[in-house]
């Protein structure tokens, strides 16, 4: 995903799963954010406590709070992983696709218990649909340039009003 002009703060993020294809239990995750390299996961910025995915398989919202700062126009990803946990029982389940909501497409990696994976080998691109993929941002506030220089101007009458003084 990409932050756009006003977004310099992500507060959260929400992923979601759905439509048990194969397996059975409950699944154990956690979800994520990294700088995307263009090919991989670059650094990674988040990581959060571990979620469980239901047994039924029914669409689950796995919802997660941040609070960092991020770059408008940079590339970012944000995914789901079991690498961290140890073993989990084999599941598979869908991503719900869903137009192009945020800039940004769909791309995995399948690096089975291995995290390093996710930062050294090139992930699959699964084309420009993305999955559902929400994300809150906090505008950090930046003064506008009149404001600055009202101010400037400000602190200046002050100087020579008090160097008049004295």
């Known amino acids: 995903f990409v932050p756009g002009a006003g977004d310099t703060q992500l507060s959260g993020f929400s992923m979601y799963l759905r439509n048990r294809a194969g397996g059975s239990g ?7 954010i990294a700088t995307w390299t263009g090919s991989m996961a670059g650094s990674i910025l988040f990581e959060s406590v571990t979620q469980t ?3 039924a ?20 990803v944000a995914f789901l992983s079991t690498s961290n946990l140890g ?6 389940f869908g991503m719900p696709l869903a137009g192009d909501l945020i800039p940004g497409g769909f ?11 996710l930062t050294t080998v090139t992930w699959h691109n699964f084309g420009t649909d993305d999955t559902w993929l929400k994300a809150e941002f906090n505008a950090t506030a930046v003064p506008e340039p009149a404001t600055m220089a009202l101010m400037g101007l400000g602190l200046a009458g002050l100087g020579a009003v008090r160097r008049r003084r004295a």
Do not use: H, I
Not at 87 to 92: A, E, F, G, I, Y
Not at 107 to 117: P, S
């Open 26 to 32: 409950t699944l154990d995750l956690r979800g994520y």
């Open 53 to 55: 995915m239901n047994e």
């Open 57 to 76: 398989g029914a669409v689950q919202e796995f919802a997660f709070v941040t609070d960092f700062a991020v770059t408008p126009g940079e590339t970012y």
């Open 87 to 92: 073993d989990q029982p084999d599941s598979l």
């Open 107 to 117: 791309v995995y990696r399948n690096n089975g218990t291995d995290f390093a994976l």
